[in-house]
């Protein structure tokens, strides 16, 4: 079970936990995981290097690059001619390669005068100031990932199959929650690490003690009334005397 990384730690994280189990020949052939970990580079690192399905819904667009419009999806892009022709037919200039946030990536332009004629140009590029619309494409094998992801994970079969994680995030949760697991007792991994495994097997050990044999479970206390029942109560009680 993974959970909530910090997102320059995306491949590291799952990295060291697929080497973790390569050594003990442990290794899944599906990992499902919280979706902070699912990027493109991630799916393609595990599949590529250790023969792992990582499976988690990939980011969808980012507000920052939503567009009422058109998405990069209804775009053709031309992969060996550089272009990406949008669903008007419009054809973009050969892009231009650079990098963003550390990472390779393709910045596609479409023509600034096809665009300001377009019907569909406020909606599309989402500007005002008659520029065209800028897409920015991940290099090839990455964007094909991510287009196929977003694509499966509306999918019922893939629900389903993510359906198995379900429960992961309450665990976590309640183990912060109700057991202080954010809290360090002690100094040192190794002392830290312990009071890890203590505290899951407490949260077991109190799952437990919730379990009766069919049929022996202790009745349950009464419910306290909501202010409202009270309310209602006492209305009652008023109209009655
Ligand atoms: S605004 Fe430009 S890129 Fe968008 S549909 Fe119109 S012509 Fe194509």
Sequence with gaps: MVTQPAPE???????????????????PAEHLVDSGYVTPA???????????????????VSPRQHRPGFDKKDFHIDWDRRTATCPRGVTSPPWKTTCLDGQTSHSVLSPRAACRECADRR????NADGRGRHLILMPRPLQEIQNRA????????WRARYAMRAGCEATVSETVHAHGLRQCRYRGLARVHMQ???????????RLSGCFPPGTAPPRPARPL????????????????
């Design 226 to 241: 909501t202010t409202f029942q009270r309310l209602c109560q006492n209305s009652t009680a008023k109209r009655g005397s």
């Design 123 to 126: 909606s599309c590029t989402g």
């Design 150 to 157: 977003r694509l499966e994970q509306k999918t019922r079969d």
């Design 42 to 60: 991630a799916i393609l690192r595990a599949t590529t290097a250790y023969g792992v399905t990582v499976l988690g819904p990939v980011r969808l």
């Design 196 to 206: 890890y495994i203590l505290t899951a097997a407490g949260a077991n050990v109190v």
């Design 9 to 27: 730690q995306d491949v590291s994280v799952l990295e060291a936990i697929h080497q973790a189990l390569g050594r003990r020949e442990l290794l």
